[in-house]
Structure formats: C-alpha cells, structure tokens
C-alpha cells in the first residue's frame, strides 16, 4: 500500500463556478493565501453537446461559450497574472480531439474546443518573453466519463435519456496518465486517443479534402442513430 506524504496544509478544495467569472479573482487568492504560488492550473471544466443545430435553441450556444470557452480563459487570467509575476509555471487546457476536426450534433462544442485551441496557440505567441512559462492542450478522443449524461441538447432544461455504451472508449486512467506524462514533458499539444479516432485526427490535419469527405458519410449514420435513439456510434469520435 503506498502511503501518501501530503499532510492536511498540502490539500485546498475550493467550490468553483467557471459561469461566474466575478469570482474567479477571489478565488486564485484564496490559492495563493493559502499556498504562496501555483504552479500549475489544469483546465478541465466544461460540457460537451448531443443536438442538431437546426433543433437547438440558441440560449444553448451561449451557455456553451459562456462554459467552455468564457469561463475558461476567465479563471486563466487571474492565476497568469500571478504566473508572470513568478516568470514561471504552466496552464494546461483540457480541450478535445473536436478542437482540430468537426462532427454533427455537436457544432457548439465544437466551436468552444477550436475557440479555446485559437485563444491558447495564440497567447503561447504572447509569452515568449517568459520561456518558463508553458501553455499546454490535452486534446482527448473518448474516454469513459459522465460527460454524456450532462451533455447539453436542443433546449438547457432538456437531459438525454440514453448514455449508450461506454467500453469502447479510452479508460479514464490511462487518459488521466497520458495527460499527465504530457504536462511533465511539456508537450505543447497532446492528442490521447486510440484508434480509429486518432487517425482521424490526422486525417484531419494532413488530408483535410479526405477527412470532410469520411465525416460525410459517417456523420449521416451518426444522425440517423441519433434520431433512432442510440447516442454513442464506435467508428465516429465523441
């Protein structure tokens, strides 16, 4: 049994709500009155989306943003202040294979995971001025989670009613283990993903005419499924 030599000053649990950016501020102090520093911050909040857009209620897009997007680059703010102040530390971004590619019923996601992946590939340029300074996306495929049962979907009152099945997806360990591998060598953008859904990636990237071209024909029986009532397809990433 490995016994841990963390002692009750070495943990802090802070409630956080990323929607409520006023209070963001307060809370990397409380972090700082209580540690002196941060090292590192991890991104890792959010809500992914199973709903067309031609469905969906446009309040549903703004939650989305407010999320994943908003209250993401809101809290990274604050404890970047802090983190030039030391000319050191590391913000890690928990963004989605959906960050680098499309895919239907989940067009609002999407666009949060591209925007947080534009915001950060952007701001790793406005840094350069502190090398110790890194800026890290954890881009992951599926990975067995509860993020579909809080999926959002056409309307913010709405729940899905069906997970579907999870066992074809990356276990949530060895996710959390890649990540972590990732941030301890600074890789700058990590894709954690098994495959089909990690060459679709790079299809993405070196053949993007061949990848909208898949995604075509996969994303109809995706729909179809949807409509059907069946919400987790293996051949197509989540």
């Not at 908003?70 to 809290?75: C, K, R």
């Not at 959002?152 to 074809?168: P, R, V, Y």
């Not at 679709?200 to 071209?213: E, G, K, N, R």
Request: positive net charge.
């Amino acid at each position: 049994v490995e016994i841990s030599s963390l002692s009750e000053n070495d943990i802090l649990v802070l409630r956080l709500d990323l929607t409520d950016r006023s209070s963001h501020e307060a809370a990397t102090n409380s972090v700082l009155k209580h540690f002196g520093k941060i090292d590192v911050l991890v991104n890792n909040g959010g809500r992914s989306q199973r709903s067309l857009f031609v469905d969906t209620n446009l309040d549903v897009y703004n939650a989305i943003i407010e999320l994943n997007y908003l209250g993401t680059i809101s809290l990274t703010k604050y404890v970047l202040n802090h983190m030039i102040q030391r000319k050191r530390g590391k913000i890690v971004t928990v963004s989605s294979v959906m960050g680098i590619m499309g895919a239907p019923l989940a067009t609002g996601y999407c666009a949060s995971k591209h925007a947080l992946q534009g915001f950060f590939n952007s701001l790793r340029t406005e840094l350069t001025d502190y090398p110790e300074i890194k800026v890290i996306q954890i881009c992951p495929g599926p990975v067995q989670s509860q993020i579909i049962q809080n999926v959002f979907t056409e309307n913010l009152a709405k729940s899905i009613k069906n997970s579907g099945d999870q066992s074809h997806k990356m276990p949530t360990d060895r996710c959390a283990r890649l990540t972590l591998v990732s941030v301890a060598n600074d890789v700058l953008e990590a894709w954690i993903s098994d495959h089909p859904y990690l060459a679709v990636c790079y299809l993405w990237q070196y053949a993007p005419t061949w990848a909208w071209w898949l995604m075509n024909r996969m994303g109809k029986r995706r729909i179809q499924n949807f409509k059907s009532g069946i919400v987790s397809v293996q051949c197509v990433p989540l």
